[in-house]
């Protein structure tokens, strides 16, 4: 399995050095996560006005050298506190993958994308509160001078949500695992799906993804 990339006090993040204890802490904790092996994560730049303290991750889903998902995950510290938040830590994450064309028109795929997350953070034991996202599907066909290009479909899920248990790593480990999930591979730690309605492969359902390269 592989180990989160680059040391906590190195790449992204503002302001670590001299940051709180607590904040050290939870980014040591995201350090020090192992995951499944089809996950590359990066650390990256992180905001400098959403929170006092931030530290930020990018991840990607390489198979047989494809890329099939990536996305991005945000920590973010205010030892205040915000309302919005319910308490002094907060995720913000970033996860995005191309499917299957005739995904597009399923109306359940937003449901299913969100029950995703939350199902992934159940499964890992993440204690979480306040959560809230967007996910978004957009078809795209070719035409003209682009004409020969497949269409393409995209879903895109943004989220974020107050971790209510101090293990960091699991949160860190279910993000990985929604990643995975829409990359179209299955979970590590199956997890009942919120729809029960919702056809199932070991709980989860893995959504049709093209094995392709994608380019940002």
Not at 58 to 65: L, P, Q, S
Not at 144 to 158: F, V
Request: aromatic letters at 6%.
């Amino acid at each position: 399995m592989a180990a989160v990339g680059g040391h906590p006090a190195q790449g992204g993040g503002t302001g670590k050095e001299s940051a709180p204890i607590e904040f050290r802490d939870a980014v040591e904790a995201l350090a020090g996560a192992r995951l499944r092996p089809e996950i590359e994560l990066s650390p990256a730049p992180a905001p400098r006005r959403m929170a006092p303290f931030a530290y930020a991750l990018t991840a990607t889903v390489e198979v047989d050298g494809e890329e099939l998902a990536d996305g991005r995950l945000v920590l973010l510290y205010d030892p205040a506190g915000q309302d919005a938040w319910n308490g002094e830590f907060r995720l913000v994450s970033m996860t995005r993958a191309e499917l299957e064309p005739e995904m597009a028109g399923d109306p359940m795929l937003s449901d299913v994308g969100w029950a995703w997350l939350t199902d992934a953070l159940d499964a890992h034991g993440a204690g979480y509160v306040e959560p809230s996202g967007t996910v978004t599907r957009c078809a795209s066909q070719y035409f003209g001078g682009l004409g020969e290009r497949e269409p393409s479909t995209e879903i895109e899920i943004r989220a974020s949500w107050t971790p209510a248990d101090g293990r960091f790593d699991r949160h860190l480990s279910a993000w990985a695992d929604l990643l995975c999930v829409c990359a179209g591979l299955p979970p590590t730690t199956p997890a009942p799906l919120s729809l029960p309605d919702a056809p199932s492969l070991g709980g989860v359902v893995p959504m049709p993804a093209r094995r392709r390269p994608r380019s940002h």
